[in-house]
């Protein structure tokens, strides 16, 4: 493409769930955004959510430069898997490491799309993807989904102490126990996906370089540390999430949305928003500690519960007696997807109860708002630790175990005076004003970051001129 119009010509191959899917499709319309001809591809079924994410990114003021959508079929009979399985969103536990595995039979399908193509960034669980782009000699770099301080963690981690141990070859005296350490890291067996992890750790290193949804003032001494240490080739173009035209639509879209409309009428700060990502389903008793904590913590809240089965009207045995009836006007559940940067970005909300998914905590940071943290498995404690230790933003909630399966989240049973402290300390406790203060400022480097002359701003021009010298 390059070569024919000058046109810089990316792919941008997202992992199919929706931690990867949101975050890719903004980088690829930040891409578009500065004239690269940007195409997500996704397998059919996936095609309505990117849809929908390309859709939400222009309602709320997104850059406008077209993406487009190349769709490729998953033969799913070929690679094990039961017919409509192509989000990882809704697969049960069991089936996360063959569906990893599965994911092989992609790169058949994504090779027919290459020879059009100047660059592929595919995300980490394609390990393939390197050796896909060397056959048409272009780069692949390679998108993980997470913080510089994740990645450089995981990398220096080969070998833990007696506990609670420091992280080895690393900035900070950063603790860990290593139950919060994933199993992959923790434990010497050997499954589909540790397998595929330690492939894309591989293909990492033979890999043109990565994409990091972050901004350098956010984690300097990682950033360093990943590049100057590691030896790693990264650029750092986030938070990818920021609109990149302040106000625009968006007070449009907020009107539009009744949890908007509530949250006009509070007053700033005066909300916590509790929201664990797409994938944790936690179950009933630990719901219904939630509810507890949140109504003895005495704050106003929204709280995004996902709970598929109790989703269409059956009874909802995970909320204490009355308890709707009683926060009316305090508190709003919502049932299933919740506008979450709307809800961060409103002034009244003022703390955010999260699982640290890195996109969850990116969006935090860039709203300026203090964090209770509360992971649950792969990267989330390492996140966790950015927030708490570094940043300073945010307290613990006090979860102890990093998890194999988004099935077994919440397992642990986090008790509601626990939940109640951490919320209560957050909003209104002694530190409450600091970390709030902390927190906006580092909101306002993400927002710096991203416009023009700043850090990733800039990082995301030399990219892009990186690639465009490539071409012929
Ligand atoms: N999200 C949302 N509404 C919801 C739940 C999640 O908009 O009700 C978005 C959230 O803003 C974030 C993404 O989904 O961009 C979740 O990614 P993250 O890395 O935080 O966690 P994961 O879902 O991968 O565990």
């Known amino acids: 493409m390059g070569s024919e119009n000058s046109q810089l010509g990316i792919l941008f191959f997202p992992f199919m769930a929706p931690g990867h899917i949101i975050p890719m499709t903004n980088m690829a319309k930040l891409f578009a955004a500065r004239g690269v001809k940007a195409t997500i591809v996704t397998t059919p079924l996936n095609v309505p959510f990117v849809s929908r994410t390309i859709e939400r990114i222009e ?4 850059a406008t430069a077209k993406v487009d959508i190349q769709t490729i079929k998953f033969p799913v009979e070929k690679a094990g898997l039961p017919e409509g399985c192509e989000n990882f969103e809704f697969l049960p536990s069991e089936m996360l490491s063959s569906f990893l595995k599965a994911l092989a039979v992609l790169q058949e399908p994504l090779e027919q799309l290459l020879h059009d193509a100047d660059c592929l960034v595919a995300d980490m669980f394609y390990p393939w993807a390197t050796d896909a782009a060397a056959k048409f000699g272009i780069p692949r770099l390679v998108f993980n989904g997470t913080s510089f301080f994740s990645i450089t963690a995981m990398e220096s981690m080969t070998q833990y102490y007696s506990e609670p141990f420091l992280i080895p070859n690393f900035p900070g005296e950063i603790k860990l126990t290593s139950m919060q350490v994933p199993s992959f890291i923790r434990e010497e067996v050997e499954t589909d996906m ?5 492939e894309a750790a591989e293909a990492g290193m033979r890999s043109y370089g990565i994409v990091v949804n972050s901004f350098y003032e956010l984690e300097p001494a990682y950033a360093d540390h990943y590049r100057n240490v590691l030896g790693k080739k990264a650029w750092h173009i986030g938070p990818v999430s920021v609109c990149n035209k302040e106000g625009q639509d968006k007070e449009s879209s907020v009107d539009e949305h009744e949890c908007l409309k509530w949250l006009n009428t509070k007053k700033p700060n005066s909300v916590v928003y509790v929201c664990f990502g797409s994938m944790a389903y936690f179950n009933d008793s630990q719901l219904m500690e ?6 003895a913590s005495g704050q106003q809240f929204i709280w995004v519960v996902r709970k598929e089965k109790n989703g269409s009207g059956g009874k909802e045995e995970w909320l204490p007696q009355g308890f709707e009836k009683r926060m009316e006007g305090k508190g709003l ?3 299933g997807w919740a506008p979450q ?4 970005d409103h002034e009244a909300v003022g703390g955010f109860v999260t699982h640290c998914g890195w ?3 990116l969006e935090g940071v860039t709203a300026g708002v203090p964090m209770v943290t509360w992971p649950g498995f792969a990267d989330q404690f390492f996140n966790e630790k950015l927030v708490t230790q570094v940043l300073k933003i945010g307290v613990d909630v006090g979860a102890e175990r990093c998890v194999d399966g988004v099935d077994e989240v919440g397992e642990e049973s986090i008790k509601k005076e626990a939940i109640e402290k951490a919320v209560k300390r957050i909003m209104v406790g002694e530190k409450a004003d600091e970390m709030r203060s902390q927190a906006k400022a580092l909101g306002e480097m993400a927002r710096r970051a991203v416009e023009e002359e700043g850090s990733s701003y800039s990082d995301l ?6 690639l465009k010298s490539r071409c012929p």
């Open 59 to 62: 309602t709320c003021g997104g």
């Open 359 to 361: 996109n969850s905590t």
């Open 461 to 466: 021009n030399s990219l892009i001129g990186e």
């Open 341 to 344: 940067i709307l809800i961060l």
């Open 333 to 335: 559940i919502i049932r």
């Open 194 to 198: 540790t397998n595929v992890l330690k």
């Open 290 to 295: 939630i509810a507890m904590g949140l109504e």
